[in-house]
Every structure is written in structure tokens, then in C-alpha cells.
């Protein structure tokens, strides 16, 4: 079962921008929605952006995704200490099942 | 509101089976599709597998195919997830979370996460 790829780390300063790559195939990101995650260690991760590029209520725009192939991104512009996390993207496989990124640890310097 | 609470920290011996529930309110728990996913130490997360709580048909992922039972209870509207033949790999924080409704493709809510340890 396949997962997708994300770089283990990315670090910005303070009111900067970082973005979170996310690859996966035609059989998953390519042909499904991409969802990401924020999970502060020792929680529960908590939903950012579904449908590629969508945000649920209550998270700021700053955060802001996108898609284009096999490949997905997550940006966060203004960068603020308490983004500080691990960031994980996700997507739907065609044999429905679900795939998870490696994960993103975000430092804010 | 929407609330998913799971079942205690468990400690279990190799080659035990363990489950974990994950009991579902503020919402109608039959509607809606509950997936299982696990984050060992340090790691990625990694999925499981789903049940519909409405007609009970699971999906599986290949690496736990054959050691994980996902069932549910409607009356209770609870959902619970079996892992047999446990080994120390299995050492992980479990989760339970709602899929968001039928067609759309993320998880909205989340249980607080189970540990389960399995000592070498």
C-alpha cells in the first residue's frame, strides 16, 4: 500500500512562509481529494484544509492549499510560534482505502 | 457537539488481542463511516480500516488484514477495533475518526487516542 511523500522538515521565522509538498500517484492525490492535518504532539491531529483547498471554519486563512497533478501543497503565510507542528497530508486511494504523507515537522525560528 | 471518546491505555503481552472502542455523540453514529488509524512513537500515521455504522461492511488495509476486526454497535453507537497476535511493533497511539459524510474525503473529528503498549 502506497503512502505519500512529504519532506520530514521545514522552518521558517516568524512571519514568514513555509510550504509542505506532498506527492502521491494517479491512484490517490491525482484522482482524489487531499486533506491536511495539523497534530501538535500528544494530541489528536485536527483537520486544515479538505477538498484540496478548502479551509473548515475557525482555521485562518493564512493556511491554504493546493493541487496540481500527483503532487499537493500546504502553505502558511504569517507564521506564528504556535504554528509549530507536525503537519500531515492525506487522500483517498482508488481501492478506498487511505494514505497518510510521512509527515512535516514545522519549526518556527 | 460532536464527540468521539475512546477506551483506556491498554498493556498487553505478545501474541494477546486487544480492543479498543470509540463511542460516538452528538450526531447520528449510523450515518457515518468510522475509520481507525494508528501513530506509533515517533511515526506517521497509518490507517486501518473503515466500517459503515449504518450496514456494517468493513475495508481493510492489506498490512492488517488479517489481524484487525473493526465492528460496531448502533445501539451504543460505538465503534470498536480488534488487533490480534499482538507484537511490540504494534506499540502505538490508536485513533478513531469520523469521516466527514458519504462522498466527501476527510476526516472532520477525532477520538483523544488509546495508547496500547506491547513490551518486547
Known amino acids: 500500500q502506497s503512502v505519500l511523500t512529504q519532506p520530514p522538515s521545514v522552518s521558517a521565522a516568524p512571519g514568514q512562509k513555509v510550504t509542505i509538498s506532498c506527492s502521491g500517484t494517479?491512484?490517490?492525490?491525482?484522482?482524489?481529494?487531499v486533506s491536511w492535518y495539523q497534530q501538535v504532539p500528544g494530541t489528536a491531529p485536527k483537520l486544515l484544509i479538505y477538498?484540496?483547498?478548502q479551509r473548515p471554519s475557525g482555521i485562518p486563512d493564512r493556511f491554504s492549499g493546493s493541487k496540481s497533478g500527483t503532487s499537493a501543497t500546504l502553505a502558511i503565510t504569517g507564521l506564528q510560534t504556535g504554528d509549530e507542528a507536525d503537519y500531515y497530508c492525506?487522500?483517498?486511494?482508488?481501492?478506498?482505502?487511505?494514505?497518510f504523507g510521512g509527515g512535516t515537522k514545522l519549526t518556527v525560528l | 457537539q460532536v464527540q468521539l471518546v475512546q477506551s483506556g491505555a491498554e498493556v498487553k503481552k505478545p501474541g494477546a488481542s486487544v480492543r479498543i472502542s470509540c463511542t460516538a455523540s452528538?450526531?447520528?453514529?449510523?450515518?457515518?463511516?468510522m475509520h481507525w488509524v494508528r501513530q506509533a512513537p515517533g511515526q506517521r500515521l497509518e490507517w486501518m480500516g473503515w466500517?459503515?455504522?449504518?450496514?456494517?461492511?468493513?475495508k481493510y488495509s492489506q498490512k492488517f488484514q488479517d489481524r484487525v476486526t473493526i465492528t460496531r454497535d448502533t445501539s451504543a453507537s460505538t465503534a470498536y477495533m480488534d488487533l490480534s497476535s499482538l507484537r511490540s511493533e504494534d506499540t502505538a497511539v490508536y485513533y478513531c475518526?469520523?469521516?466527514?459524510?458519504?462522498?466527501?474525503?476527510?476526516?472532520?473529528?477525532w477520538g483523544q487516542g488509546t495508547l496500547v503498549t506491547v513490551p518486547s
Open positions: 475518526a469520523r469521516r466527514a459524510d458519504w462522498g466527501l474525503y476527510y476526516f472532520d473529528y
Open positions: 452528538g450526531f447520528t453514529f449510523r450515518k457515518y463511516e
Open positions: 466500517i459503515n455504522a449504518g450496514y456494517g461492511n468493513t
Open positions: 494517479s491512484t490517490n492525490i491525482e484522482n482524489n481529494y
Open positions: 477538498d484540496d483547498n
Open positions: 492525506g487522500s483517498w486511494d482508488s481501492s478506498l482505502s487511505v494514505v
